[in-house]
């Protein structure tokens, strides 16, 4: 189902996008913030109820670069967004503290990047990075679910692909060209350095490597050569 976004989130992008250009990086700040935030949830819910644990006893958060389709994906087995969830915090001022946000912009105030994390609108700063953002998300008490937007307007359907998360959220960024850089190991690798020292959950990169494996010439082919 195809939905607009409310014009106060629509006006807050844009503020983001138009006044944060120059410090794209801040987006992995907010999303790893996020996906701690998750964790805490589900952990908090686990001292009460171990049985919400069981699909995913693991907490931590991933992060996988995907250089051949220019995409970096964000993983948490935190506590995963319900139907209503998502619609509410990913598209309307219900949650998100879009109001607020903008009723301190109205009032003169100056945006920076620490104003987006304080009104819980960080999740937009995605769009500084990435043209479309797919969310995948699994509640316990719910389907898997994908989110995406092209920053315009959103989707929100069932995964064809059923519970491949188990519980938790993928946030998946499909970048713009100029921000290929955050692709780059070394790039990811500082900027967790620099905003992860208040997460308590372990955060994992995905690495590959290229190795150059020595091919065994086949006996006929030596035998030919000779």
């Known amino acids: ?4 976004y409310q014009a106060e989130v629509n006006r807050m992008m844009k503020l983001i996008i138009n006044s944060l250009y120059r410090n794209k990086e801040i987006f992995l700040r907010e999303l790893i913030s996020n996906a701690s935030d998750a964790l805490d949830k589900i952990r908090f819910m686990s001292l009460t109820d171990p049985n919400v644990l069981a699909a995913a006893s693991a907490r931590k958060v991933m992060i996988k670069p995907d250089k051949e389709n220019h995409a970096l994906h964000i993983i948490d087995t935190g506590i995963g967004m319900t139907h209503a969830d998502l619609v509410k915090n990913l598209g309307t001022i219900a ?7 903008l009723a301190k912009m109205d009032d003169g105030e100056t945006m920076n990047s620490d104003l987006i994390g304080q009104f819980g609108v960080g999740f937009y700063s995605s769009f500084l990075v990435a043209d479309t953002v797919v969310v995948t998300t699994k509640h316990n008490d719910d389907e898997q679910l994908i989110w995406e937007s ?7 359907s069932k995964d064809p692909r059923g519970d491949t998360l188990g519980r938790g959220t993928q946030i998946s960024l499909f970048m713009k060209e ?12 500082d900027l967790v350095k620099k905003y992860s020292q208040f997460i ?3 955060i994992h990169l995905w690495t590959s490597k290229t190795e150059q494996v020595e091919e065994p010439v086949e006996e006929e082919e030596k035998a030919e050569s000779k």
């Open 200 to 202: 308590n959950f372990p």
């Open 178 to 189: 100029e921000a290929y850089d955050y692709l780059e190991e070394n790039t990811i690798k």
């Open 95 to 101: 949650k998100s503290g879009t109001s607020e946000f």
């Open 1 to 4: 189902v195809k939905h607009e």
């Open 150 to 156: 092209d920053a315009s307007s959103f989707t929100v």
